[in-house]
Nanobody, 125 residues
Framework: QVQLVESGGGLVQAGGSLRLSCAAS????????MGWFRQAPGKEREFVAA????????YYTDSVKGRFTISRDNAKNTVYLQMNTLKPEDTAIYYC??????????????????WGQGTQVTVSS
């Protein structure tokens, strides 16, 4: 089994920054990509960002482009999400996922095989 553990969430004022981390551990797993999704109360889980593990090619949803940056540290099996200029609408539980399947994109939650427990991000206005 693969475990993903997120950290770094919290309460921040609008315009502030947070850095989320997601550390992977457990059995050997060929990772093609890791991604971040978020789910606000009463809404479906939505794609935020993803990164291909081998090439570091990144993908972002339009609403976070220019504000969020996804990166990874292969040696630490960790993916990060640097979130700047946060807005109240960024408030959600943020989940990281790991995909063991090659794909041309990684926008769908169905493409991910493992998930973390989530970390709460709250942005006050």
């Amino acid at each position: 089994q693969v475990q993903l553990v997120e950290s770094g969430g919290g309460l921040v004022q609008a315009g502030g920054s947070l850095r989320l981390s997601c550390a992977a551990s457990g059995r050997t797993f060929v990772t093609y990509a890791m991604g971040w999704f978020r789910q606000a109360p009463g809404k479906e889980r939505e794609f935020v960002a993803a990164i291909r593990w081998s090439s570091s090619i990144t993908y972002y949803t339009d609403s976070v482009k220019g504000r969020f940056t996804i990166s990874r540290d292969n040696a630490k099996n960790t993916v990060y999400l640097q979130m700047n200029t946060l807005k109240p609408e960024d408030t959600a539980i943020y989940y990281c996922g790991a995909s063991g399947t090659y794909s041309t994109t990684y926008y769908s939650a169905f493409q991910y095989d493992y998930w973390g427990q989530g970390t709460q991000v709250t942005v006050s206005s």
